[in-house]
């Protein structure tokens, strides 16, 4: 038996001491066995009452992104429902979730760490963040899409963390196309989207996730925000992924039943991009003009200052002072 059916049993149990006895009983577990269970969660950080004759008792939880306390009664169809890989170090999460894609795991499977050597960003940037402080997280998604339309999943991706984030802690946020989540004008979150795919059709989708929660100013690159220090408080990083984890969800199921319309319509309520005068960088060209929204594949339209429409489905955007 795992620890994790010992503290399942103490979770829904949260108003009441439980005893070894009723306890053993109920998981059909020796006492020595319960005990023993007890001691090495409170060692991972459980805060757990022993009372001779009461029993035990979970008072307090400790913020790490355990695979437990993600799923505990998480209530997602997919996400999180049969894999949840989480590591205290490792390279690059979305690297250890493209391993999980070919070797043919099912969709939804996470893999979470509290630290990455290698975390990697866009355009072959780096992505820094502190050990245990933020989240990290890859995802794997098995869509029926064509390549071209991976870019929806970023922007699905970006939606769902801008309306949780507002959800949660009443923070106003703004999506800078096609991927990050902006407050004053700073980076809170990033977005990596990976594939494996064939000229036609995708294998398989690594959705890869930065978001800064709890990390201090000095802990990140200038251009990055935690969420901690905007709210000036730290902030549960299980809860906040959990939520996510469902709304994402909800917004991924959206796409697969051909609701992707809705998803834009949500993007550009918090688009901090549309409106917006814009530098794009594509691959070395730029492109200057005024970003007027995205379409229904999810592509930015811009309008240059002779007029002309360009549509810009992959590249670099800077947001520019209006002339
Ligand atoms: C960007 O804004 O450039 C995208 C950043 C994406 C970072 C996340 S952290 C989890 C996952 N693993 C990685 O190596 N990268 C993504």
Known sequence: MKDDLVLNYLKDNLETHSSGEEISRKLKVSRAAIWKHIQNLRKLGYEIDGETHRGYKLIKTPDK????EISYKLGTKIFGQKTILSYASLDSTNTNCFKLGEEGVPEGALVLAEHQKKGRGRLGRQWVSPKEKNVLISILLRPILSPAQVPKITLIAATSLARVIHKLYSIKVGIKWPNDILC????????????????DRVNFVVLGIGINVNAQKEELPPEGIALSTILGKSVSRVEFLREFLKELEKDYLRLKSGNFKTVIDDWEKYSATSGKRVRVDLLGKKIEGSAMGIDEEGALWIRRDNGLQEKITAGDVQHLRSA
């Open 184 to 199: 004053q004008e700073k980076k809170l979150c990033g977005i990596l989207t990976e594939m494996s795919a064939e000229s």
């Open 65 to 68: 992104l355990f695979a437990d």
